[in-house]
């Protein structure tokens, strides 16, 4: 048996010198880093300065599906995009589903490598193993739907799949995202400012290349049952029934719903923003990413202004009817679907965009900011005119929009007069909407998380609730659930467990709703599975240690960025009570946080600095980067 | 689907006051230990304190089998006897296969811990669940053949399964071994005096009891595919034609059989004490552990005297062919089958017998041991007489023999006049058969096993041949070999990660001769046979976890004998030049040794001194043991 059978192609693209060409990586690098966060570190480490400006041409920016992507199983639709964000000044990471990564694998390659700065705006085109510039002024300006129409009628093929950036990317929004098919994001740590900075609009794909399967027989075998457990998963049903928007009702009555800038735990309209509702309502179907049953994606429409929504957008998430809803004090979903439609016509992140208004929302009425500034809006929780006007104008960078459109941490700095203390983020990226002091083990993920504060450091339900979690670490050998608010040494071993897999599926390009126990692919499953298509006999040892090396790497990403363990901390909101419901009350308690990081360290095999050591760089085949350092 | 159904018992003796009582573990004893190894030491660590005399009533000794031995499959007849080791005042470990592993589980139990001193030599009988001590003084003194006739004459069932001690094991040699069969033994770590210290001279176990299967068609499908990969392992078909001692010839030729006492790396008589010419002139047979395939055990045969061998003893294997073979010079074979015997019929470790011999016979040479000390021998190397007389003399403390049955440190500071140089031991335990000068992987296992200087601590293939290694490794990720003679970080983190697979091999019940490469049952394939013999939903992951719990609480236990790093040292004659063979003139490198040593703390999440740091024992669940350790 040949036990070196993947062969793939990266494409490195400079667009200051429009020099195009063809990398064949080592079976190493597609064993050690296998796609998406961890091959893109390895680029990052391997071929950008320390101190390089993130809007500057010299940042990388890297989209990378993995050894999986597109395969014929359900789940495998994910790719990566990375640099060096311009959010958190550090590593900046983002994972979509969607058509894209599928497409760019069918066009011939695993990745696609940027570099420099095009003088006029363009495209990427990459046609079945070609690839060109093509220029995109008469697109510059354009939003996200616009753009994909007009690509796609100049190439006249309506099936090119197009990761794209609208106004918010070109103005240089710090959090702007990047879509596929308009909605499918790449959402945070403001990749889409980089695609922008560097005067690319887009990179279409489109391929007919076959992948080869080292075995064809056990993939078909092993897809089917994925498809045959999918049909006995109620996690990943249920998912269907509702999309993520199902979680709202769950987490306000869990008491764990961010409401009105992490003020409150739970939000008296949750059911007006509730994922129910939205099913019943504005919901005109279902959407899916390449090859998954599940069809989590919405698909809503709304005909009345002003909160007319276009179905191509799709539906808002969980986290972004968070966002507008609950943490902005906006009760009304239609004003939540058009907020989301507008931030993915300006590619902006919408976790980012809610947070930062419902920060400028405490700010105002705590008179922070004045009337003045907003240009007169009444910009109050609950104003839901107010927060759409607010949207276009971070979008287009206007007036307070400007300051805004900045991470909230440099916000706050400009708006000063004490803000600091309602900026809700950790290094820059504004907390996602899971509320910490019902579930703490969340307080030391948003801490560490490479990216600043994340939602998709680890699986939340093992980390945060009391039960169904442990079905996640069960394989890992944790059969007893920790309790939600205990952040002892179980909580950070689980964690630690638990985010090495999060960061073996971020590189491995599986999307965790199809993973066990949310979704049918066990974690031996995927094991059989990347055998199946690889011929590499690996087993889960060598794939969570592709979770640990990028881990590993974005340390030493941050760390060569300067970034040091001083700023693993928290919105000091945090370490005060929380307002209204089950977690009335309760707060982190700054000692055992302080010792949950100390543990988080040692266990990582990192120093009391937490930078990884000199053996722990060896044992992760990660020596090269100790030049890297220097 | 119920992820708890592993059910079992342990039966725990005091020999002092002949209590026999009976436990239910919980699954989390069984999923953090398994068995074997790691389950022993969950026992020492919980019910022994530090200090105690290893010859006292107050050792724990503990027969452990595995939630796997005695399962339908090939290859898990393995079982483990464990306590302080007598001849290093450490942790002392050691496997055996054969017959009764199995037989216990069908009795009805997964482990036997055993306390106390019997008052007069008893016997153990294991019964169908109920369990009684019974009389054994008219055995004690019998050779372990006679005593395997009389217990089972007594008890009128000639399958009765029997582990069992001889003489050597009643005077208490320290390196006295157990064997069942008469000819399987848990060989090293002196197991067979803490037996004698007891006054337990055997423990006879029968059962009729089914095992319960969490998955029973599951179970025949995995063990028919083991069956089958078997057909087409080319190694295990080799294994089964020569048996281990088809390694003499290949080792030789490779510089590494150690000869006359370390001096040299080939021996110029391997020919006459070859696995070759075993087959083609004393072998009748082909034996095998409970129900594998392999069929790596010999059976010979030798009628006239002076080294006649009764086949039932079984043949000797590599490493005592190599022990009174090369190391003590003597090219004649029967003689060396003769030797096997003798130790079997006395039980004690043919390893620490051969290698205590060749010392003397170092010592005789260079006139530091008499002709008056020997009584009229002359203990040259090749002199076969002389040897199978001392075996003799050893296994009755006679003499010399009562010099050379202590540990080859406490003989060589009897003997004094320098005799330490020529002492080759590690901790106290003496080096097996495997020259680290000309795999100088090895050199590092030797000096970290927590037993002493042990061979089966990491499979040599991957630590010290340049090619055929990797194919242990590469699951966990190494895909390339690491050459013999380097030293490297990559050595040592090869030996790191193979290190917990073979500690999770001694604790789970395989043979590795069964595991992959070297036999038919990948990796993988055992996580899957795990999962549907207890329902576990476990992975690679939790089981490698094992496998590091294990090496981690040894390192525990000798922590607490206040056994030191300084106590993980080599004999000095590593670090001189090797005569002979292909790797003439090498040495191991003390610089690198002492590096490696340091990376290999650090891999481990140990500190600067090798103990693990509070965060790696709660990694692993292992905070209890902090308690144990004030």
Known sequence: MNHYSYNGKVLHVNLTTRAITEETPSQHVYRRYLGGGALSLYYLLKEMKPDTDPLGPENLLVFAASVLTGTPAMGFSRYTVAAKSP???????????????????????DAVVIKGRAEKPVYLWINDGKAELRDATHLWGQYSKETQTMIRDELGDNKVRIALIGPGGEKLVKYACILNEIKHANGRSGLGAVMGSKNLKAIAVRGKKRMGLHDESRVKDISQGFINNFKNSPDALALGELGTAGFVTAANAMGILPTRNFREGTFEKAEDI????????????????????????????????????????????????????????????????????????????????????????????????????????????????????????????????DILADSMKEASERIGNGSHKYAMHVKGQ?????????????????????????????????????????????????????????????????????????????????????????????????????????????????????????????????????????????????????????????????????????????????????????????????????DKLD
């Open 87 to 109: 959010l958190t000044g550090g590593f900046g990471e983002s994972e979509a589903g969607g058509w894209w990564g599928p497409e760019l694998k069918f066009a011939g390659y």
């Open 274 to 401: 509730s994922g129910e509702l939205m099913r019943d309502t504005i919901q005109v179907g279902r959407g899916a990413c390449y090859k998954c049953p599940v069809r989590c994606k919405r698909k809503i429409k709304v005909d009345e202004a002003p909160y007319s929504v276009d179905p191509d957008y799709g539906g808002p998430e969980y986290e972004t009817i968070g966002a507008f809803g609950s943490l902005c004090g906006v009760g009304n979903l239609k004003a939540v679907a058009r907020a989301n439609q507008l931030c993915q016509a300006y590619t902006i992140d919408t976790i980012s965009t809610g947070a930062s208004i419902a920060f400028a929302m405490e700010c105002f009425e705590k008179g922070i900011i004045s009337s003045e500034e907003t240009g007169g809006l009444e910009l109050r929780f609950g104003n839901a005119d107010a927060m759409l006007k607010m949207i276009e104008m971070i979008g287009n960078r206007d007036g307070l929009g």
């Open 430 to 626: 504004s907390l996602p909407l899971h509320e910490p002091r019902g579930k703490v083990g969340v307080a030391l993920a948003y801490a560490v998380s490479p990216t600043g504060a994340d939602h998709q450091e680890a699986p939340h339900d093992s980390l945060f609730e009391y039960d169904a979690g442990v079905e996640f670490a069960r394989p890992l050998g944790i059969i007893e659930p920790v309790p939600a608010l205990e952040l002892s040494h179980k909580k950070v071993r689980m964690f630690v467990y638990l985010q090495q897999l999060y960061s073996l599926f971020n590189s491995i390009g599986i999307c965790n709703f199809t993973a066990h126990p949310w979704g049918p692919v066990s974690i031996n499953g995927l094991v059989d599975y990347v055998n199946a298509i690889t011929g590499w006999d690996t087993s889960l040892w060598e794939l969570m240690k592709v979770g640990e090396r990028h881990s590993c790497m974005a340390r030493i990403f941050n760390t060569r960025e300067g970034i040091t363990y001083e700023e693993d901390i928290l919105p000091g909101r945090l370490f005060e009570p929380l307002n209204r419901g089950p977690f009335e009350g309760n707060k982190i308690d700054m000692e055992d946080f302080k010792h949950a990081l100390k543990m988080y360290y040692e266990m990582m095999g990192w120093d009391e600095h937490g930078i990884p050591n000199d053996s722990k760089l060896q044992e992760l085949e990660l020596e090269w980067i100790k």
